[in-house]
């Protein structure tokens, strides 16, 4: 079908090929070049040799607005261009300048590029040009698009989302011969025409929710408002305001609220007067105005029609006074589904009035909102003048999207090397029973599209990149599917690559592999062998696998990566040993460490079979109910079922948490001065000592001078109460204490207030408490008053260390030979690493462990029994970089 001119507007042919449609403006000459923009290329530059190709395009829209020629058109890729477009070069009537985003001929909107204004601005500014299509763009911008001064301009299957102040486009300042085609207004603003503007075609638009009047035209002569749809605007379809001489509006449909649906209301309006309509024509307007073919349907409270200031409430009652309209139709139309990718009033059959009814010989572009011609539906009569629906959209008997299918030659997934060439697959379903007609390809590496009546289709890129592939089916009506979307990957062509690295995964044996594959191809499973005859398959989206060895040793290990064409295998030995923090867990001559840092309580450990330390952690804080810079002393011993009970004095009372040496997992922070536990203290607690015997803990606390001592019965899971060993033992105030246990005793050795050494001793075999003045026997250690004491039984003998004089003493007690040694200066035999302000004293087997804090710095020391000798300090500090300590306390595990 040929359209004809109507009222001096430029309206475009159809084209007949393939069924599909030709862009509404002349195409380009053959010669014309193409400039391309891509943000999101690499490669991307504004200037320079070589700018605006598919290899090194255009960065910003505007870098090429500022060179296009006649003739040419500029390409924008899918992305996201923050800037306003300012467009002040023309084309000529043969060779116009066209703006293309998403892909021409296609559903609108698929991979369309957006072009967000920044604040105060627009997204495209037409001043003073001609001859210039501005199609397949969306939009974002305060003051959305600016056509000014302008002629010949094209504004095509563009999307204005959310921007304007009080208007998506508008058109001003004497333009002429401005047409706006197949766009969607959707959620934002509406066209404004003024400024003596004329000659502007408006058809084939869907403005749906927009927040004022979707076609506002003030003083515009030869304006066609054509197959439009209006869906919930706030303030009416269409208003003709001021001398808007020559005005048609026809072949719109205009719907405020959809009872069927649920979308009568509209939270995003203003009250809606009753002196709107929704079209409204002013008297300077009515006497040359042409209104006919509308379906009209208004809100309750509004009325359809405002005529030279006059509403009328129906069609017929419009028709009856004025003799306009006489083909409009009053019906509250159902649409289909919105989407969020297809926000679009699309009719349904129900619609039955709407379709095939509308007048062919108004002015328009010749195909609806999708690109669709008119088509006859069969199971409608026909009412109108021809077959063409009236509104935006076209039904035809397609349903859903076309079928897109990908692969790459020789593999399955659309990923591969240039040169790659892949394989489309194509096809549809039609309720109609239509066979086929056609599909356009865009492959979206800047190729010409494909039209093809073969639903198998190859293509080859030589250029690297996501391509967006975007197909769209044609039945033989010309009924269009809606565009389906795929994106292929062209790669440079380079080897498959395959790596691994291997690290211990924290706990023994067990060892994390990141795996690296690479490739142009896409990846697929895997394997890896562990080297110890046990593999796994790597999954193409896995970069890391855990695997656990048996036992330490050198094991080769082999990762194989895999893609769609090929395999590559890297072996490297792997050395299994143990970590530090791992080694320390493992059963053997260690020792565990409790000590407050700055702040903090933190926790180490040594195991001297494999001589190594394990750097401080933080002691996990679970159910913990003080702040950790509250610990006043700390105390620390493991019981024989490989748990080492870590007890603190802490804001007045006694706390507990366990670590297990199996697993190295630690246990919830309960209170041993809780009333389920040993119960409170007579008061708070100045320092605390443990000892364990077998299975059983005993907790002794310091307070006000006396000593308490409470016992926590693993077997049994029991707690005894607070024992006052002070009123036992017979044992004088204290300033310090330290416990040990020798063979089945328990000994609290004290510091007293008046300065002198006493063990109490708890003799379970007897049941009874005795206490003993070493100091009596031994004198006091040279070199001043003691300030700090530790304890620790080697076989039948109780060793004490004092600090005097910030110096190291040590005396042994045997209580198997019933005597004591006298004090031994154990700094002379170690070396002097100056003032001692933190000792504590482990044994483990016939061996003395020493831990000093000197300074915030840990130092140990061993005096080995066997060879009769002591070691000098090594600095535990600087092996295992400890932070600067305050308590101490060591146990062996």
Known sequence: MRLRHVLGLTVATASAALGLPGPATAAPAATATTLHVNELSRDCADQGAG????????????????????????????????????????????QPITFLGGP??????????????????????????????????????????????????????????????????????????????????NHGYGLVVDGAAHHVLVTGNDFSRTSTTGVTATGVADLAVTNNTFALTCFGSVLLDGDSPRAVVKNNIAVDGNAKSGQADRPYCSPFGDDQAQI??????????????????????????????????????FAAATGQGTHDLDLDIEYSAMTPDRPFNRLTPAAAGAIDSADPTAPGVGTDLFGQPALDHPDVANTGTGTRDRGAHELGGMVGETRLEITGEGVTTPKGPVP???????????????????????????????????????????????????????????????????????NPDFPLLASFNAKNAGWPYTYEFELSGMSPYALVDGTIDFGDGNTAVVHSDTDRVTHSYAAAGTYTVTFTARDEARQRAVS?????????????????????????????????????????????????????????????????????????????????????????????????????????AAGPLPGAPQQVAVAAMGRKLHV?????????????????????????????????????????????????????????????????????????????????????????????SIGSTLHVVATAGGRLHQASGDYAAGRWSGWGDV??????????????????????????VVGGFLYSATGDYDRGAWSEWASVSAAVGAPTLGELAVTAS
């Open 51 to 94: 700018a605006g190709t598919v290899a090194r395009p255009f960065c910003t829209v505007s870098a090429a607005a500022a060179v296009v020629e006649p003739g040419q058109a500029v390409r924008v890729w899918p992305g996201d261009y923050p800037e306003e477009v300012r467009i002040t070069r023309s084309g000529t009537p043969e």
């Open 104 to 185: 021409v001929d296609t559903a609108p909107f698929h991979n369309a590029p957006a072009v967000r204004g920044p604040a105060d601005r627009s997204s495209f500014v037409l001043t003073g040009v001609h001859d210039v299509t501005i199609r397949g763009f969306r939009t974002f911008a305060p003051r959305g698009v600016q056509v000014l001064g302008s002629t010949r301009v094209v504004i095509d299957q563009n999307w204005y989302d959310r921007s304007g102040y009080q208007q998506s486009l508008h058109i001003g300042e004497g333009s002429d011969h401005v047409t706006v085609s197949r766009n969607s207004f």
């Open 280 to 317: 409204t024509v002013s008297a300077a307007a009515a006497p040359t105005a042409s209104v006919d073919y509308n379906v009209v349907h208004a809100k309750s409270g509004s009325q359809p029609y405002k005529w030279a200031g006059t509403r009328y409430a129906s069609p017929a009652a």
């Open 420 to 490: 790659f060439t892949v394989v489309a697959q194509l096809g549809f379903d039609n309720s109609w029973n239509l066979g086929p007609g056609a599909y356009l390809v865009d492959f979206g590496d800047g190729s010409e599209p494909v039209r093809t009546t073969d639903a198998t289709v190859r293509h080859t890129y030589t250029s690297t990149g996501f391509h967006p592939v975007t197909a769209t089916a044609v039945d033989a009506a010309g009924g269009r599917a809606a565009a389906a979307i795929s994106t292929i990957q062209a």
């Open 572 to 676: 490297r030995e792997l050395q299994v040993t143990e970590t530090p923090s791992l080694a320390v867990l493992k059963p053997g001559e260690r020792v565990q460490v409790l000590a407050t840092g700055y702040s903090s309580l933190l926790n180490s450990g040594a195991h001297y079979g494999y001589g190594v330390w394990a750097p401080f952690t933080s002691v996990p804080a679970d159910g913990r109910p003080f702040p950790e810079n509250a610990v006043t002393s700390t105390a620390v011993g493991s019981t024989d079922d490989g748990v080492v009970h870590n007890v603190v004095a802490a804001a007045g009372r006694i706390h507990i948490t366990d670590r297990s040496m199996a697993d190295g997992s630690w246990s919830r922070w309960g209170e041993v001065t809780a009333g389920y």
């Open 700 to 792: 002794l606390a310091l307070v006000g001078g006396r000593v308490y001592q409470a016992t926590g019965d693993w077997n049994s899971g029991t707690w005894s109460g607070w024992g006052d060993v002070t009123s036992a033992s017979g044992l004088h105030g204290a300033a310090r204490i330290t416990a040990a246990r020798n063979g089945n005793s328990l000994h609290v050795v004290a510091l007293g207030t008046d300065g002198r050494v006493y063990d109490a001793e708890g003799n379970y075999d007897r049941g009874a408490w005795s206490s003993g003045d070493v100091t009596s026997a031994l004198g006091l250690p040279s070199g001043g008053p003691v300030t700090q004491l530790s304890a620790a």
């Open 827 to 852: 700094t002379a035999a170690t070396g002097d690493r100056g003032s001692v302000e933190r000792v504590s004293a482990v044994a483990i087997g016939n061996r003395l462990h020493l831990y000093t």
